[in-house]
């Protein structure tokens, strides 16, 4: 391998493109109820993301603190355990304190010549973080993918400097998808993996619905505004005409399904151009247009989810509270 190199690619089929964005959006607000909720993704544009570090921060949003907490006792055993030589991270995102703590443990063992191949959809984000970690880790080989975690580019897993390779989705994302598209999604990604590979994933852990709604609906209004942000990112990339201020945040719990949803509640009666797509979408006074889902998993659930795809789980780790969960598979 050539140790102390970046480079970027890009994803093919452009997931991130305008014109995919705007079939999905047309989709969407064309559903009932309208449910922009399969495409989390875009949330994350520049201030999305810039709003999301903030929620990580929040009083009320456990989940980094807690996955961080876990990262830090656990690391190592989890490099030492897997042999990985590769940490390939899955909507890696800045490569923060999570990201840093499996590249030290990544690197110490492996004699400081690693590989590392982060998969996000913002460049600039992949750009940055990959020469800051070259110059904190001069043996690190970067090879950061332009993409949507769902649709991965076959040479994440087929190129790369050392094998085993570590596919770390942190942060609960995985929440994020429907039973149905968590099974696509797994099972797409496991096929890809080659014996020994290991696959860690990090789950939000059920409970009670007061703690897991406070986390999205902070008192400093951050997520109301994360999820506004989606209004406005339609309106700069397809024309549309939404007033921010006229939709309501809400974010309840939803039980039967173990997950938090994320809404926009219309104020008013309102009919809102969306120019690129030759649309106007109507809303009642009241009427909600979903926009996440974050589903909520006990051990039991999180296991059996991995477990479908064939792997073998290998740890699940928690935090102290018990608010988190990390779970290690194996491809046997
Ligand atoms: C980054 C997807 C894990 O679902 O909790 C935070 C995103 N949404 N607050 C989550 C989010 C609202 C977050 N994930």
Redo the contacts with the bound molecule.
């Keep these: 391998m050539t140790p102390g190199r970046l480079e970027i690619f890009h994803c093919g089929g452009c997931p991130l493109s305008t014109s995919r964005m705007a079939d999905d959006v047309r989709r969407g607000l064309s559903s009932a109820p309208k449910d922009l909720s399969p495409w989390?993704k875009y949330l994350y544009d520049g201030e999305g993301s810039h709003l999301?570090e903030e929620?990580t921060r929040l009083p009320e949003y456990y989940?980094t603190r807690a996955e961080a907490s876990i990262l830090r006792r656990r690391a190592e055993e989890i490099v030492v355990r897997t042999g990985c030589r590769e940490l390939v991270e899955l909507g890696s995102g800045a490569a923060g304190e999570k990201t840093l703590l499996l590249l030290d443990a990544l690197t110490a063992h492996n004699g400081g010549c690693a590989g590392y191949a982060p998969l996000d959809v913002s460049e600039d984000v992949l750009r940055k973080s990959g020469e800051r970690l070259l110059r904190e880790y001069p043996g690190l080989t970067v090879r950061g993918f332009v993409g949507d975690f769902e649709e991965p580019p076959e040479r994440l897993l087929a190129e790369g400097p050392g094998a085993p390779r570590l596919v770390a989705f942190l942060?609960?994302?995985i929440?994020?998808l429907t039973p149905r598209r968590r099974r696509r999604f797994l099972g797409g990604l496991v096929r890809g993996f080659r014996r020994g590979d290991a696959l860690l994933v990090g789950v939000?852990l059920v409970k009670d619905a007061r703690t897991l709604e406070a986390a999205?609906n902070d008192r400093a209004g951050i997520?109301a505004r994360?999820n506004k942000n989606l209004l406005r990112v339609i309106n700069d990339r397809l024309g549309g005409g939404f007033d921010p201020d006229l939709f309501e945040h809400r974010a309840p719990y939803v039980a039967r399904d173990s997950r938090i949803e994320?809404w926009l509640l219309s104020r008013t009666a309102q009919r809102i151009p969306v120019k690129n797509l030759g649309l106007t979408i109507s809303f009642a006074p009241g009427e909600g247009m979903r926009t996440?889902i974050?589903t909520k998993f006990t051990s039991a659930s999180a296991r059996r989810m991995l477990e479908e795809t064939g792997l073998r789980i290998a740890g699940f780790y928690t935090d102290e509270a018990r608010l988190f969960g990390l779970l290690l598979a194996v491809q046997p």
């Design positions: 989390p999301f929620i989940q942060g609960g994302t929440g994020n939000d999205y997520t994360f994320m996440e974050s």
